[in-house]
């Protein structure tokens, strides 16, 4: 079993997340009308702002605010109509909550107007390489920046974990020209997008633990993915308990955040999986305090 690594990861705001022995919920807050499981639930801010509360009360450390959605097919919004969705609800959430904000946006100028507002966190599901000055903004405003691979738009190597070291290196370069510090990066290797079969999710998540290899933190968005509705035979709003179910594998390889649609499952779950790693560092300092 992978040991969780001893990790702070540094945000913006000047504040960070404590990731060496706990887990943390990032709970998906989508304004938008055509979202894959709940597209149109939150469309206003009051009823974003409300949902993001409740969600900090089931246990989230992060709220993750999309303005566009990333599904398969989905029409690109402008920029626009993309920052007048995200930035009031930001602006309220700063006001009404302590809970880490992220904003869920590939577009540097949406990221601007998000972290000028308070976003701690820019996630960027193309990790950086649609548009590059993305990087200059998390580095700019000392975001915490979340890099996803995506095999979207590109021909990808056949081997899942050669192409996840392919993909975030040139993205991990794109930071590191714009000055990010890499205390404020965390990977995400992007479970569903363009990972084309059932077969190439389950063998991402059997060999998750090669990823630890970059040497940071990791996050996972398996929640309600179409690959947990080919396992289970489930539409998409119920692969809940299924998610929980990567929550607690993911967790025992080392993942670190879990983005997710329902936080009260992926929370009870995490705690099992939180307490059982806690019990394994205690077998093993007892066993070396013996030896």
């Known amino acids: 079993m ?15 997340l404590d990731l060496t022995e706990r887990g943390a919920i990032m709970a998906i807050i989508n304004v938008t009308p055509d979202s894959f499981s709940d597209g149109g639930l939150h469309e206003t801010v009051d009823a974003a702002v409300q949902y993001a509360l409740t969600l900090v009360n089931e246990g989230a450390a992060i709220l993750d605010i ?11 919004v402008s920029v626009d ?14 006001q009404e909550t302590d809970a880490l904000i992220s904003i869920d946006t590939y577009r540097a100028a949406t990221a601007r107007a998000a972290v000028e507002v308070g976003a701690h966190i820019i996630n960027d599901v193309h990790g950086l390489q649609r548009e590059p000055d993305i990087a200059r903004v998390a580095a700019d405003h000392g975001a915490g920046l979340c890099i996803m691979h995506t095999g979207r738009g590109r021909d990808k190597l056949a081997d899942p974990i050669a192409d996840q070291k392919h993909f975030l290196d040139l993205s991990l370069g794109i930071a590191a020209r714009a000055g990010v510090r890499r205390e404020t990066i965390m990977l995400d290797p992007g479970f ?4 084309e079969t059932t077969e190439e999710n389950m063998d991402l998540m059997a060999r998750f633990d090669e990823l630890h290899g970059f040497g940071l933190p990791l996050l996972v968005g398996t929640s309600r993915k179409r690959f947990l509705g080919a396992l ?10 299924a998610t929980a179910a990567t929550t607690v594998a993911l967790r025992l390889k080392g993942a670190s955040v879990f983005r997710v649609h329902n936080v009260a499952i992926n929370r009870d779950a995490l ?8 019990a394994e560092r205690r077998h ?5 305090s013996i030896a």
């Open 271 to 278: 705690l099992v999986a939180d307490a059982m790693l806690l």
């Open 66 to 76: 999309g303005g566009e959605s990333t599904r398969p097919g989905a029409a690109e």
């Open 2 to 16: 992978t040991r969780v690594d001893q990790t702070i990861w540094h945000v913006g705001q000047g504040r960070s």
């Open 232 to 241: 289970t035979g489930r539409d998409a709003r119920d692969r809940d308990a």
């Open 192 to 195: 569903g997008f363009a990972k």
């Open 81 to 94: 109509e993309e920052i007048g969705r995200v930035v009031p609800v930001i602006s309220r959430l700063r």
């Open 284 to 288: 093993a300092a007892a066993k070396g």
